[in-house]
């Protein structure tokens, strides 16, 4: 077995035996079990990331297996510059959200821990997969654990959201599948998506895969105008569903556009392009004035999930090296900050028992270190420089720019909304004179929220410091995506 395999399979062979540890009393076990599997799913993506050889945009890692003969389905597993960071990413919020949801989940803790290992798993089985239907199972299997931990350990509406994050995701995905088989009988019976990427196709072709893919990946991006379902879901879902959702789930959609839309149907993203761009400065513009109004911390942080993200479609549909590496590296960062963001707002939530930002009000006065790296994720979201959020955001500003100058200036203005809604949070919930007798009852964090918010940390200002080893690794790999894009495959 690879070390591919042991990182989708690991965690999941623990969520699977959390499970089976329900019994009364057994919480503790389940949880030091749960935190043994991901900390162990974590160690087994370390190779892949020291072994990784940068430099060259081929498949490495590469297992292959006869999975369904009669099909030419494969257990095919690989990863290049695009997709070898989610890997180890994915294990690192597993651990982070094990830890976070240590005395916080007191219902169902095996179930909960279990569902989480589970989805660990599943999601970086669709990083790896190089078989269509392979990443099609992983891609759709996500939902299950997603779904059932919005729908049993989320809020008051809980039914409603989950229902809502299933049949969003749901219907995008079946246009996929069809999509699918027809690049099967198109390319003589295959499910190899390298084969799909030499495959010459007709515009008309080109344009229903294209917009078939977009079907499901713009609205796991989420891409404006279809991304209504996120707020909502984040509302509802519990913290740790809320990190993972932001830093992980969303990535799955950007991912697709790389592996599949760009490379397949090359002519029709260049000829759709515009329209890619538009949604994506809308979303970056628009929907930043959408994060300014709200009231709720959860819902001002999705709707900037969804503004950052329109940054990462952005660099991908400007068709240029800085652009789309700018866009991977937008990704990563956004792992790191939205759930640093979300999981601060768990920390406030667990304590008060409310989201709404007039709740607050001079929580620096009674949580000083929590208030510190609060600001550091604030500040990250807004693009400091120094953070990780600044990176991405500005290799894909100067990469608009060269592109076109005024969808540049538009895509510069998301740097301004950006610190006006996150400053604004920041500004009503942490400073000023203690707000209420909630504020005042409040105790510091302790040493297990201390050690989660000190590695998320560490790790966005690692990453705004020395960006190096992330922009070096995919760099190959970008060029590669970009020079095949610019060759048509029109027949």
Known sequence: MGWLSLAIWTPIVFGAISLLLGREGQQNLVRWFALLGSLVGLAVTLPVVFGFKVGTAAMQFVERHSWVERFNIHYHLGVDGLSMW???????????????????????????????????????????????ILFYTFFEATLIPMYLIIGIWGGPNKIYAAFKFFLYTLL????????????????????????????????????????????????????????????????????????????????????????????????AAHHWAWLMITFSIVAVIYVGLVAMVQKDMKKLVAYSSVAHMGFVTLGFFIFNDLGMAGGIVQMIAHGFVSAAMFLAIGVLYDRVHSRDIAAYGGVVNKMPR????????????????????????????????????????????????????????????????????????????????????????????????????????????????????AQSKLR
């Open 370 to 485: 929590f208030a510190a790296f609060a600001l550091l994720f604030v500040m990250a979201n807004c693009g400091l420089p120094g953070t990780a959020g600044f990176v991405g955001e500005w290799m894909v500003i100067l990469a608009a720019v060269k592109f076109n100058f005024w969808i540049g200036l538009l895509s510069a203005t998301a740097l301004i909304l950006g610190a006006a809604y996150s400053l604004w949070m920041y500004k009503r919930v942490y400073l000023g004179p203690v707000g209420n007798h909630h504020v005042e009852e409040l105790t510091d964090i302790g040493g297990r929220e201390f050690f989660i918010m000190a590695l998320l940390a560490i790790a966005t200002l690692y990453m705004g410091l020395y960006p190096k080893p992330f922009t070096d690794v995919m760099d190959a790999s970008v060029a590669n995506l970009l020079q095949h894009a």
């Open 86 to 132: 989610f890997v180890p990413l994915t294990a690192f919020i597993t651990v982070i959200v094990v830890i976070a949801a240590w005395e916080v989940i007191t219902d169902r803790v095996h179930q909960y821990m279990g569902a989480f290992l589970i989805l660990s798993g599943l999601m970086i089985g669709v990083f790896a997969s190089l078989d269509g």
């Open 172 to 267: 995008g995905s079946l246009l996929t599948l069809v999509a699918l088989i027809f690049l099967y009988n198109a390319s003589g019976g295959s499910f190899d998506i390298a084969t799909w990427h030499r495959l010459p196709l007709s515009m008309t072709a080109q344009t229903l895969i294209f917009f078939a893919f977009l079907a499901a990946f713009a609205v796991k991006v989420p891409m404006w105008p279809v991304h209504t379902w996120l707020p909502d879901v984040h509302v509802e879902a519990p913290t740790g569903g809320s990190a993972v959702l932001a830093a992980i789930m969303l990535k799955l959609g950007a991912y697709g556009f790389l592996r599949f839309s760009l490379p397949i149907a090359p002519d």
